[in-house]
């Protein structure tokens, strides 16, 4: 994917150019290796296939990405190939208990939200006129239940699937 890059340059001065054809980890090692030289980067972007991606310059101090990247990738492997051995551990049993237990606290929430929406519609039905405000606050108040009850029901889909 290609980079496209803005910098100052002590020989040149403003500088503009593209390159690709390099993986993520190496693209970002040339723009480190130019900010190690001295460059002074204005404006980093990324393109992939969902658009475009304004990096910050400020992650750019000389030092090489691809080894943290690769070792990050490595962990990503490693879990794949053994999330049971991951969930083993006591620390990433306690990690998954608390993403539960914030599962549920959501799950809570939402739930309340909805409930107080349906309560709120049912008052306006009720005790407002007919008229053109009403008409408007029936459908946000609809929009808005629509909302919670959408969230509602992916939060507790994800509550299904189990590591």
């Known amino acids: 994917m290609p980079f496209l890059v803005n910098l100052y340059t002590q020989e040149q001065g403003e500088r503009t150019f593209s390159f690709s054809g390099v993986s993520l980890g190496s693209g970002l090692d040339i723009i480190n290796t130019l900010t190690h030289k001295g460059d ?90 007919r008229g053109v405000r009403k008409d408007r606050l029936l459908r946000h108040y609809q929009q808005a239940l629509h909302h919670f009850r959408t969230s509602l029901a992916r939060t507790k889909d994800c509550q299904q699937v189990k590591l």
């Open 40 to 129: 002074q980067l204005r404006r980093v972007r990324y393109l992939d296939e969902y658009g475009v991606i304004d990096l910050p310059v400020c992650i750019f101090d000389g030092s090489p990405f691809s080894k943290s990247l690769g070792d990050l990738e490595q962990d990503w492997q490693q879990l794949l190939i053994q999330p049971n051995d991951w969930l083993q551990k006591p620390a990433q049993r306690d990690w998954l208990q608390r993403a539960q237990e914030i599962q549920q606290s959501r799950i809570a929430h939402l739930q309340e939200c909805h409930d107080q929406m349906q309560r709120l519609i049912w008052t306006t039905q009720r005790q407002l006129k």
